[in-house]
């Protein structure tokens, strides 16, 4: 069984009552990734908007929609058997005794009042919003299925948490001058129509699928503080309810309802509930893995999984969801090998280091050319440089997948360093830390290289003001712009730490700065400060996002620290 890319079916109606439900297609849209840099380098401060265009130059935006039609969100059949054999029990399915029996038709459940109205904001904003979601804030990393959402907002099938979720989501890329206001107040409205359909559903070990969606779309979701009672309230039950652990176990251990209870006792299913949780436990699973190792906080999901790696898929082509489930399989590896049970206190060996690397390279060498980034891709295979949103897309594909395979050998060298190396004085170890080194150096040589062509990369967007252009890291904040801003700050940090070697090893031989001069003590270190300044940059151009000015601000602190250290070693 397999997750089918149908042709969606039109633009959001600016609400509900203005659009017929259409049946229950079945193609993904999508995620707020994980978080992969250091926390103390995120903050929050306002940023610049996307760049309008002029109107008299064609550029190649396309309809979202077109775009939609040709994308593949499949995940292969050993993926879906994988995720089944992690997450499906006999409680998630929805066959409890007191589900009701008594179903609306498409027309009786559309003819209801609208559900999803929010006091002083104009429906059309949220029309925008949602859009922009699908449009945009979806595409790297799919949670749901645009064509279903659709069906089920248009029917008012849709949990007002998901609607909300949704648009709170795709606030970023909206025109709206108030637009941070207005993220506020839907992410508020999220909070509270979540936890009123949890007290509404009691002791129950079950929640609507669409509760559950919403729920991974808004964790790690930054509020403002509460101003009054009510909203301290919702945000103090937010902190207990609506965290990533809370994701894990309800889906875990959760019986998934997949209908939505209407007025008068009636019940209508929700538009392609199979195809949608088989989504939802690749999102919760790949999220889970990537966070668990770069906070090395320990995983809900249980232990005995990660061997399956071997079998994540051999015989079938391997699609873009299947490349980032291999990758989230061999986060874990890293993550068990190093933090695990397993692990206890003895510290990792040269040959399990190895064989990490070996499942890297091995995932690397499957990847389908389409899916090779244009920095990294084999110039004897024929290149797709299609024009149109399509090709912008696969762009961002082959973007994503480089920075999380990046991610996996920045974290394994950060655990060897933490975590230590079996016998530290052995030959192995000597071998091990050169290793380690190389391969990570080589990864962050890639992460420049890539950024600096990513830097060039634009999506386009039309808008009823003119075509929009949107930088490619724009649409990936949790991913391209994290990993580029955890890498410059990496590359500062080793660059202070390579002169500080220099430093002690000149004092040990005089004779050597006498032979080579002075910059010999920073010698090599320029190229660090260098590459972590073209990732500052390119961090920079995510600026359709809130966070992203007070990112910038402390890897400017960092960098200016790192060439203050240079300086001062040049003067002697």
Known sequence: MRLEARPAAGRIPSSPDEGQATDGGNPPGSTNGTSLVNKETISVLPQTQASPLESSVQYPAVDSESAWQELSWDLGAESISFLDSVFTHDYNFDNMPNTPQIYASEEAAGALQNPYEILELDPSTLKAAIDAYFDLASLAIPILDRNAFQADYSSHRASPALVYAVACRGCP?????????????????????????????????????????????????????????????????????LTHDCLVLMTLQYQILCHASLPEGLSAPLHGAEERKRLLFWYVYGKDAFRALDQKSPSRIRDGHTEIVEQLPEHEERTYLDAILALAIIARKIYHEFLGVAAGHVNVS?????????????????????LHSDTERDTSLPADRGIGKLSQVRQ?????????????????ERCASEC???????????????????????????????????????????????????????????????????TAYWLSDRGKKLVNFNKASVSNHLQDRASHGDHSLTQGTESFAAGAALLKDVVATAGSHKDTSRLVEKLDEQLSSFKEIIKNANRG
Not at 205 to 216: G, M, N, T
Not at 363 to 370: G, Q
Not at 451 to 470: D, E, F, M, R
Request: aromatic share 10%.
């Open 173 to 241: 890329f909206i025109s709206t001058l108030q637009k941070w206001p207005v993220q506020q107040q839907l992410a508020s409205e999220f909070r509270r129509a979540w936890l009123e359909a949890r007290s509404a559903a009691g002791d129950k070990q079950s929640i609507r699928l669409d509760d559950l969606e919403a729920l991974a779309l808004m964790v790690d979701f930054a509020y403002e503080p509460a101003e009054d009672v009510n909203t301290s309230l919702h945000s103090q039950l937010g902190s207990l309810f």
């Open 350 to 370: 040269h040959q399990d280091v190895v064989k990490l690397y070996g499942q890297l390279a091995e995932w690397r060498r499957t990847l389908p050319p389409y």
């Open 396 to 412: 961002l594909q082959q973007a994503v997948l480089l920075f999380l395979e990046h991610n996996c050998y920045m974290q394994i």
């Open 420 to 486: 230590g190396i079996n016998k530290p004085i052995s030959l192995e170890a000597v071998m091990l830390n050169h290793l380690i080194e190389y391969q990570t150096l080589k990864m962050a040589n890639e992460i420049i290289e890539a950024a600096t062509w990513l830097q060039s990369q634009n999506i386009y967007q039309n808008t009823p003001q003119g075509t929009v252009k949107y930088p490619l890291i724009d649409l990936s904040p949790d991913i391209l712009r994290d990993i580029c801003a955890g």
